[in-house]
């Protein structure tokens, strides 16, 4: 099944993705509201089917989709969709059964900046993804 079938499957509610909050603090001083969850990547998940056979590997689409944007959206539903995604980084694969940690952290954006969401996803302190997500300013603008 391709990439794309696969993401049309599971755009909705994670069955079996597991993404358990640990941590949420807020940081007056730099304007930062941020929050840690441990993210448990099922061995058997829909985007890995025939991504690739005899060496399962997640796309990275799934990550940003699912693991990613699905724990902003759970976290800070008010900014609804992002409106760009910048300094997008895959440093290492990531496979099924893997433990990951993810970081978000979000920042207040001005009239013609809306708010940002840097995001971190690591396996053993290790990156596997970077990045930030963009939303629209105040004027709803993007």
Not at 28 to 53: K, L, M, S
Request: aromatic residues 6%; charged residues 30%; glycine residues 12%.
């Amino acid at each position: 099944m391709s990439t794309a079938a696969n993401h049309r499957r599971a755009t909705g509610p994670d069955e079996a993705l597991v993404a358990t909050l640990i941590e949420r603090g807020d940081e007056p001083r730099a304007g930062a509201e941020t929050c840690v969850y441990a993210v448990e990547i099922p061995r058997a998940w829909e985007y890995v089917r025939g991504h690739f056979p005899g060496f399962p590997v997640v796309p990275g689409a799934a990550l940003l989709i699912s693991v990613v944007r699905g724990r902003v959206r759970e976290r800070w539903p008010e900014l609804g969709e992002p409106r760009s995604v910048r300094r997008l980084k895959f440093k290492r694969v990531v496979a099924p059964g893997d433990a990951l940690v993810l970081r978000l952290e979000r920042r207040a954006g001005g009239a013609d900046d809306g708010p940002r969401v840097r995001f971190q996803l690591t396996r053993d302190d290790a990156p596997c993804c970077t990045g930030e997500l963009r939303y629209a300013g105040a004027g709803g603008g993007g």
